[in-house]
């Protein structure tokens, strides 16, 4: 009872912090961290030991899927190179100077638990930094590239975790012959993913109730996990597949009654798991605090501020080294061939300010949490206690180091918004209402239908001056307030339908040819499901009238 009457309170303060948060500009996690950090020295609060295999399954499984599913694949193939580069090169970097640096500082460190520990801290978590850049408004390739990055970030960086725990089971590290594991690996979870996603969407077709199709998605959403580590394969790269394959169908088989209220519960029990994480993680620290005596606690704070620099070091040197090289060839290109190069590389404000975003979040506190305890078959894992404390230390340096320096860095270096999205939405609302306003053309011709299509022509016309930039943006959700209460529609109601049926299908036509990305279309999505949700209430006052 207890425990959960922290919990509780904890959940209600973390509700706090983050509202505080928001005020001040810093991530969330940056201030839940520091909670989770005070629960390791208050007097008399319990001790908890998380099952490991339970910590990726239950915090990284719901986060990830949440954030695959809002990437958008049309900007992540235009801004490949440096997804990749830091999903890979970055983490590979960070992996090798962290465990050099931890064998160099304990030299009976076992390479294959210092290449854990490396794996640990390697993946920067983006929502940290995108919850405070989103308010600041920078360029959307720079969003695009760090949610992109932290997608697959988290699968390279677990999959180098799982050799490295298999290393200290066989008792050396893998070498060459992991190669083809590794592809096996990536390959069926890719597949597996896909597959997931399709039969998936097919059951919930048939699912008309909110509170079952939540249920069923967050179940489907461990199931699939699961059943990829059952597989012995990747239950990163397999959630994010199958998120990113459900984006896709899910538009055309949720209605928007159920889309809208699911949403605020994802985002809700995302809260709810990352401040869990970081108390979870403050419980266990309780434990290790205790065991130490005061020269093994100043070893372990030197080592982890050590390994925190090196963490962050890697990832500016990464990626000012690679912007730096692509600046080159750029130049180099477009010297012998004007006009052919492309600004693929990011300019040194951008390159900087994406090498600043490094803060480690929820997998590195679940990857730590998920190392193996022992038992009476096994040993613990090698220097658990140490990777536990040093991987925490890191997570809460770069999100205080780095989160509450983000927005006056960004403030300086002065990378505003490029408008991209908000052309692209602009856009998407003039073909979406042309398209309603031609399906209304083969209404009959009664007198409700003219209303109709005048209202559509006049939220047409005010969509073009947007778009044109003739007119400021309305405090509404879409010009000419679409989504607020329709006039007396229910005369008309199968007209309205069918208007809205044609804008839903032109949106998902705008999408698919790669006019408009995943963030316009999702932006002009919930304008969508908001109308039809008030003419939908207005139909049932309606009809409870007479």
Request: charged share 10%; net charge neutral.
């Given at each position: 009872m207890l425990v959960f009457e922290i919990v509780i309170a904890l959940?209600?303060?973390?509700?706090?912090?983050?509202?505080?948060?928001?005020?001040?500009?810093?991530?969330?996690?940056?201030?839940v961290a520091f909670a989770g950090a005070v629960l390791a020295l208050v007097p008399g609060t319990p001790e908890l030991v998380l099952d490991p295999e339970l910590a990726l399954t239950l915090f990284v499984a719901p986060v990830l899927l949440d954030a695959a599913f809002d990437a958008s694949p049309r900007d992540l193939r235009a801004n490949w190179r440096p997804v990749v580069g830091l999903a890979l090169g970055a983490v590979v970097l960070t992996v090798i100077a962290v465990?050099?640096?931890?064998?160099?500082?304990?030299?009976?460190?076992?390479?294959?638990?210092?290449?854990?520990?490396?794996?640990?801290?390697?993946?920067?978590?983006?929502?940290a930094a995108t919850a405070v850049l989103k308010q600041l408004r920078p360029p959307h390739r720079l969003l695009v590239i760090l949610e992109g990055e932290s997608l697959f970030n988290d699968a390279s960086a677990l999959l180098i975790y799982r050799l490295?725990?298999?290393?200290?089971?066989?008792?050396?590290?893998?070498?060459?012959?992991?190669?083809?594991?590794l592809l096996i690996v990536t390959v069926g979870s890719v597949v597996l993913g896909y597959v997931l996603a399709r039969v998936t969407l097919a059951v919930n077709r048939f699912?008309?109730?909110?509170?079952?199709?939540v249920i069923v998605q967050f179940g489907s959403t461990f199931a699939v996990w699961i059943l990829a580590e059952r597989l012995h394969l990747s239950g990163i790269l397999t959630t994010v597949v199958y998120a990113m394959t459900a984006s896709r169908i899910a538009a055309l088989v949720t209605p928007a009654r159920i889309r809208i209220p699911a949403y605020a519960v994802w985002e809700v029990a995302v809260f709810v798991l990352n401040v869990l994480a970081f108390i979870l993680v403050g419980f266990q620290l309780k434990s290790i605090v205790a065991r130490l005596d005061r020269p093994t606690w100043l070893e372990y704070a030197g080592i982890a501020a050590v390994v925190t620099g090196v963490a962050i070091l890697?990832?500016?040197?990464?990626?000012?080294?690679?912007?730096?090289?692509?600046r080159w060839r750029e130049r180099r290109t477009s010297a012998k061939t004007p006009g052919s190069a492309h600004a693929v590389a990011l300019s040194p404000r951008a390159a900087m300010l994406v090498g600043w975003c490094g803060m480690r979040g929820i997998v590195t506190l679940a990857a730590a949490l998920a190392l193996p305890t022992g038992g009476e078959a096994s040993p613990p894992f090698p220097y658990r206690d140490l990777i536990l404390f040093t991987s925490f230390a890191v997570v809460l340096g770069t999100l205080?180091?780095?989160?509450?320096?983000?927005?006056?860095?960004?403030?300086?270096?002065k990378l505003d918004d490029d408008g991209a999205v908000d052309h692209e939405v602009r856009l998407a609302r003039v073909q979406t209402l042309r398209a309603a306003l031609d399906a209304t053309d083969a209404s009959p011709g009664t007198e409700m239908a003219a209303l109709v299509r005048r209202r559509y022509e006049l939220q047409l016309q005010r969509a073009k001056q947007l778009l044109e930039g003739r007119a400021e943006a309305p405090a509404e959700a879409r010009p000419g307030g679409a989504a607020?209460?329709?006039?007396?529609?229910?005369?008309?109601?199968d007209m309205v339908r069918t208007a809205m049926a044609a804008e839903r299908r032109r949106l998902l036509e705008l999408r698919a040819n790669g006019t408009i990305g995943d963030a316009a279309f999702q932006q002009v999505e919930q304008e969508l499901d908001w109308a039809e949700l008030d003419l939908q209430q207005i139909l049932r006052a309606e009809a409870a009238e007479h």
């Open positions: 959940l209600l303060g973390g509700a706090l912090l983050a509202a505080l948060s928001r005020r001040i500009g810093t991530p969330y996690p940056a201030l465990a050099v640096a931890v064998h160099w500082l304990v030299p009976d460190m076992p390479w294959a638990a210092a290449i854990a520990l490396g794996a640990i801290v390697a993946p920067p978590d983006a929502a490295a725990l298999g290393a200290v089971a066989a008792g050396g590290i893998l070498g060459w012959s992991a190669l083809p594991m699912i008309e109730d909110v509170s079952t199709a890697a990832r500016i040197v990464w990626v000012m080294g690679v912007a730096a090289l692509g205080v180091l780095q989160g509450m320096t983000l927005r006056p860095l960004m403030t300086r270096l607020a209460p329709w006039g007396p529609p229910s005369a008309d109601a």
